[in-house]
C-alpha cells in the first residue's frame, strides 16, 4: 500500500507534502521540484529551513497554521520558480501537540498568463468603452444598463442619470418611440441586428439625428440585452436635408424655365421637366423608358434617332442642333436644342446620361416668314411709294438706302445718290438746311418736322417746290449703327390750295365783319334817333337823352370806322370821327389838328371805350365853353399819343380828379374808362382856358408793323 501510495504521489502533476506543525514530514518529488529542492532533501526537514529561501510560501506557510488553528482551510498563490503556484493547506488529523496538515502546490502559470491577458483584455475593452467617440449603451428592455461618456455627452445626461432614465424619454414622441422599436424588433427577429436612423430628444428639449446600431448580446438568449450604439449624423443629416432642398429648388428652377429638359439613359427617358411634358404633349409616366426618338419625325437622318451621341460626345461636352419634332397630339414644330453628355464613366458609355435641352422656335420661324414676307412687301411699298424715302447713317451723313422717289427730292438719278452726303448731291443751301437738320435729329429720339422750301438750282428754270420733311431717328440695334430716316412728300399743289382756301375764308370773314359792323352802325343810328325823338317829347330828361345820343353817335362812329377797314384803326381817324360826331351834335365848332407823322393805330379792343372817352371830353368842353373854339389836337410822342382838348373856362377851386367818384357819365365814366396801365388823364386850369390831356401808352396804341 505504501508503495502504491508513493507510485500514485510520484505520479501526480501536483506536489503534495505531509506536515506536521513546523517540520515538513514527507513530500512527492513533484513537490521538491517545485520549490527547487534536490530530491530527498525535503523530508524531515524543517520549514524555515525548507522554505527559507522562499519568503513569500514561508509567510503564506505561517498563515496557513494560522488559518489550521481556527479550524479553516487556507488557499493561496504564491511565486514559484518559473511561476505561479497555487498553495493549499488543509488539516488531516489532529493529534499530539503539533497539527497535521495537507499542503498541496498546483502550478497555475499558464492559468494566471491567461488570466492576465484576460484582465488587459477586459481593461481594453473598457478603455474602449469609455473613450470612443461613439455613443454606446447597454439595454436591457427599455432601461440603459450601462452607457459610455460618449452617450451622456450626446444626450446632455450624466451617465448615472441614463440609467434612471425611462428609453422613451430620448425619443421625439411617444409615437416615434412605438415606431421605431417595433422596426428594432422586426429587424433583430429577421436579421440579428438593427441599422437605422431617428432623432434622439436631448436633455434641453433639442432634437439631433443619430445612426443607430443595435445588436443582441447573445442572439440565443434575449433576455441578456442588446448593445446599442449612437452616432451623431445631425449635420449629415442637415446636410442631406439641404441637398435635397437644392435638388427640390433645381427640379423647381427647370420646371419653371420655357426650355424643355430631358434626360436620356441607357435604358430610354428617365426625366423631363414641365416645358418638355407640355412640348411633347404628354405626361412623364406617358414617357419613361421610351427611346427620345419617340418625338422624333420619320425623317431617316433625325438628330434625335442617333445612336452615337454617347460614344461620340466627351463628358460635359455639347453639341447643338436643329430638327423638327412630332408631338402625340400630332402637332409638328421646330426646336433647337443642345445635348449633353453627362455621366462618371467617361471611357465607357455605361451608366452615363444624355441632357437634351430643346427650345421650341417654332413662332419664331413663322414670325421669321412673316418678317421677311413684311421686308418684301415693304420694299414695295418703299419703291412704289409717292414719297421721298433715305437713309442716312448717323455719324458719317452718307446716303445708304433711296427710294425712286428720292432721286426726284434730290434732282439726281439713284445712282449718283448712294454713299452721298447732302452737299455733294444738293445746292449749298439746301445741302446745309438739310445737314442742320439731320445734326439736330441725331442725338434725340422724336420725330424731327420741318418744311422745306426748294428752289432748284440756279438757272433750271423750274419753280419752287414746298417738301413736307420728316426725319425719324433709328437708334442701333443688332449691330447696325445708329440711322436716320428721312422721308420727304411733295406738298406744293397741297399748299398752294390751302393758301387760295385760306385767302378766300379771309376776305369770306372780312367781309362779314364789314356786313356785321355796318348793321351795328345802322341799329346804334337808329336807337340815337329814338333817343333824340324822346328828347324832343319829354324835354324834362332833353339833357340827359342828349348826352346819352352822343355817347352812341360815338360808338356808331367806330363801328362805321371799322366796315371800311378790318384790325385796327387809324388812332388820328377815330379822334377825328368822334369830334366831327360831336360837333354835328351841339352845333359847335371845334378846330381838329394832328401831327402829319401820326400813324399810331388803335386795337379793337380798345376803340369803344376810348371813343367814348374822347366823346365825354369833347362834350364836357362844349357844355363849358360859353365862348371860343374848342380845340382836339393829337401829338405823337414816341411810342405813345398825346389827345388834348382846350376850352375857354375855369376850374372850381380846389378841383382834382381824385376827388371825383366814379359813375356812368361825366369824368366818372371817363375814370372807368380808362385803361389804368396804359392810359393817364390829366385836366388843368391853363391860364383862361381849361385843358384835358389824355395820355396813350401801349398796348393801348401800337404802331404799325
Known sequence: LLRELTTILDGSTAGIAYLRGNVLVRCNRRFERMLGLADGSAAGAALDAVFGHRPDTLRALHQAHAALADGRAFEAEVPGAPGWYSLSVRRAEAGGEAAEAVAVLTDITRLKAQQTELELLVRERELMFSLSEVGIAYLRGSRIERAN?????????????????????????????????????????????????????????????????????????????????????????????????????????????????????????????????????????????????????????????????????????AETFECQLQARDGRAFWVVGNAVATGRDAAHATGRQLTFALLDIERRRQAEISIAQAQASLQRVIETAPLAIALFDASSLRMLQVNQMAATFFARPLGQLLGCRPEQVCPPAKAAQLRAWLLQAAPGSEMLTRELLDDGEAGDGEASRVWDTRIVPLPASGGVAPQLLLVASDVTEQRAAGEARLQA???????????????????????????????????????????????????????????????????????????????????????????????????????????????????????????????????????????????QGRLAEGFSLSHIPGGVSGLGLVRALLPRRSAHLAIEQAGEQVRARVTLRPPSVQRPA
Request: proline share 3%.
Open 505 to 647: 375764308a379771309i376776305a369770306q370773314r372780312e367781309l362779314l365783319v364789314r356786313e356785321v359792323h355796318h348793321r351795328i352802325k345802322n341799329n346804334l343810328q337808329g336807337v340815337a334817333g329814338l333817343l333824340q325823338q324822346n328828347a324832343a317829347r319829354h324835354p324834362e330828361v332833353a339833357a340827359i337823352l342828349a348826352e346819352a345820343v352822343s355817347q352812341v353817335q360815338a360808338i356808331a362812329q367806330v363801328y362805321g370806322l371799322q366796315v371800311g377797314a378790318g384790325g385796327p384803326l387809324r388812332m388820328a381817324n377815330v379822334v377825328e370821327a368822334i369830334t366831327v360826331s360831336v360837333q354835328r351834335t351841339f352845333g359847335r365848332a371845334i378846330r381838329f389838328e394832328a401831327d402829319a407823322d401820326l400813324d399810331h393805330l388803335l386795337p379793337e379792343a380798345e376803340s369803344i371805350p376810348i371813343a367814348l372817352t374822347i366823346n365825354e371830353l369833347l362834350t364836357n368842353a362844349v357844355k363849358h365853353a360859353a365862348q371860343g373854339e374848342v380845340e382836339c389836337k393829337l401829338h405823337s410822342v414816341d411810342d405813345a399819343v398825346d389827345i388834348v382838348i382846350t376850352n
Open 149 to 317: 461618456q460618449a452617450m451622456a455627452t450626446l444626450t446632455g445626461y450624466a451617465a448615472t442619470e441614463l440609467t434612471a432614465l425611462d428609453g422613451a424619454e430620448l425619443y421625439e414622441s411617444a409615437r416615434a418611440c412605438v415606431d421605431f422599436e417595433a422596426r428594432v424588433a422586426q429587424a433583430l427577429r429577421s436579421q440579428g441586428r438593427f441599422v437605422g436612423e431617428r432623432r434622439l430628444r436631448r436633455r434641453d428639449g433639442s432634437l439631433l439625428w443619430v445612426q443607430v446600431a443595435m445588436r443582441p448580446v447573445d442572439a440565443d438568449a434575449p433576455a441578456t440585452g442588446v448593445i446599442c450604439s449612437f452616432v451623431d449624423i445631425d449635420e449629415r443629416q442637415r446636410g442631406r436635408e439641404e441637398l435635397a432642398l437644392q435638388a427640390d429648388r433645381t427640379r423647381a428652377i427647370l420646371n419653371s424655365v420655357l426650355v424643355g429638359i430631358v434626360t436620356v439613359g441607357a435604358n430610354g427617358i428617365e426625366w423631363m421637366n414641365r416645358s418638355a411634358r407640355r412640348m411633347f404633349a404628354g405626361e412623364l409616366a406617358d414617357f419613361v423608358g421610351e427611346p427620345i426618338s419617340i418625338v422624333a419625325t420619320a425623317d431617316a437622318e433625325h438628330p434625335l434617332r442617333r445612336l452615337d451621341w454617347l460614344h461620340k460626345l466627351a463628358e460635359g461636352r
